[in-house]
């Protein structure tokens, strides 16, 4: 069905309502001028008719004779009222009551007060419409709904931004305009991400809108992955934002010495990736200490863990440099600074300063030793450690 036939099918119940409403209103109105015409005037016949005649009964015949007559036939004013010819015919007087040659649709009752008791009469109204009238108010509502689904509301400057860029991307111009539609409905994250995307000429714009209107990211910690994902991915976005969607988790690949930061994966020199996976483990394993290891005195090297890091080294292939140089000299604190620093450079050049800080280390003071202590600021849940090391074997 098409939009227009949706629009009408939409507002056709709403139109017949307005006009059922209006044809109400105007009844009301006419039956309030009507007794205010009446009022007066009528009543005052009534009572002159009747002061020199000892037949009421009579009278009163005489006077429906002469109130049905007069009111027989009655016309609106306004020739757009969508009320035509009306009637109106006396149902009681005095008490009286008189038959009906029709039925009423509203009833007027004018009371008046003599001497010596109070007296009223009732008159029953019926009314006609016309039904070109009473069919204008649904047709201008039918009108102006058809009008709206057919007049398209002007592009916000965004809109505009995406249809050219869609278009310069060979996107036909129906299917572009259809795609723009969506932007309105899209979140502030989602247009955060949309414009993003727009400075990546490798994104079809097209797909890209479909995918955010769909769900596309979770929240603005997602978004600002984005454009490390779009790097990654530069020709899949769906692969892009499912990257920045990805757990918060830090995992590792000691085949390749590469680690897997929030889906990303980052290669490393051989001997900074083992110092990292130390010190996961540490974080991993963490019991009372939190995870924490202080650095050894600058002029003593630690002979009591060096042998935990040659035990990794040997597991996972490290390299023979490094593992003789622990053996020989023992775990020092430069070694383990330039290690750490080699770790935060190329996760902040992969990722950028902001997003690779979680992931990278805190430091603190020990209050016994008065030197430095370390751990992965990762809580040990955000870690995975690979299967297989020596320290899994002996559990």
């Known amino acids: 069905m098409k939009r227009w036939q949706r629009t009408l099918l939409a507002a056709l119940p709403c139109g017949l309502m307005l006009s059922a409403a209006c044809y109400v209103m105007s009844l009301n109105r006419l039956t309030a001028d009507l007794h205010q015409q009446l009022q007066a005037p009528l009543t005052e016949r009534i009572i002159r008719s ?7 009964q009579k009278v009163n015949q005489y006077l429906q004779t002469r109130i049905n007559e007069d009111l027989a036939r009655l016309t609106p004013k306004s020739p757009l009222s969508p009320i035509g010819q009306c009637q109106a015919a006396l149902i009681q007087l005095r008490g009286t009551p008189f038959p009906l040659s029709f039925s009423p649709q509203r009833h007027l009752q004018l009371n008046w007060s003599l001497p010596e008791r109070d ?44 249809l050219s860029r869609m278009k310069s991307q060979g996107t036909g111009h129906t299917q572009a305009l259809a795609a723009v539609k969506l932007v309105p409905g899209l979140n502030p994250c989602q247009r955060k991400a949309l414009a993003v995307l727009l400075n990546h000429d490798t994104v079809q714009l097209q797909q890209a809108l479909t995918i955010l209107a769909s769900g596309g990211l979770a929240d603005d910690q997602s978004l600002a992955w984005l454009p490390v994902a779009l790097a990654q991915h530069p020709d899949n976005l769906g692969a892009a934002l499912t990257l920045c969607n990805a757990p918060a988790q830090l995992s590792f690949q000691p085949d390749t010495n590469t680690v897997v930061v929030h889906g990303v994966a980052i290669r490393l020199p051989a001997t900074p990736f083992m110092y990292y996976l130390w010190y996961a483990r540490l974080r991993k394993q ?55 620093s080699k770790v935060k450079d190329e996760l902040v050049q992969a990722l950028g300063e902001g ?41």
Not at 51 to 56: A, K
Not at 369 to 383: H, M
């Open 50 to 56: 009747g002061v020199n005649s000892h037949d009421l």
């Open 119 to 162: 007296e009223s009469l009732t008159l029953g109204l019926r009314c006609h419409p016309q039904w070109w009238q009473l069919s204008l108010p649904a047709l201008i509502l039918l009108g102006v709904a058809l009008l709206a689904s057919v007049v398209q509301p002007p592009l916000s400057p965004l809109q505009q931004r995406c």
């Open 286 to 340: 963490a019991d009372a200490d939190g995870g924490w290891f202080v650095n050894p005195p600058a002029n003593r090297p630690d002979r009591r863990h060096d042998q935990d890091l040659i035990e990794l080294m040997l597991d996972h292939g490290g390299h023979h440099k490094a593992i003789n140089d622990l053996s020989e000299k023992g775990l020092r604190a430069k070694t383990l600074d330039q290690n750490r």
């Open 355 to 395: 997003l690779a800080q979680p992931f990278l280390f805190e430091a603190e003071r020990d209050l016994q030793t008065g030197r430095s202590k370390y751990r992965l600021a990762l809580s040990p849940a955000q870690i995975m450690l690979p299967a297989n090391t020596r320290a899994d074997r002996q559990k």
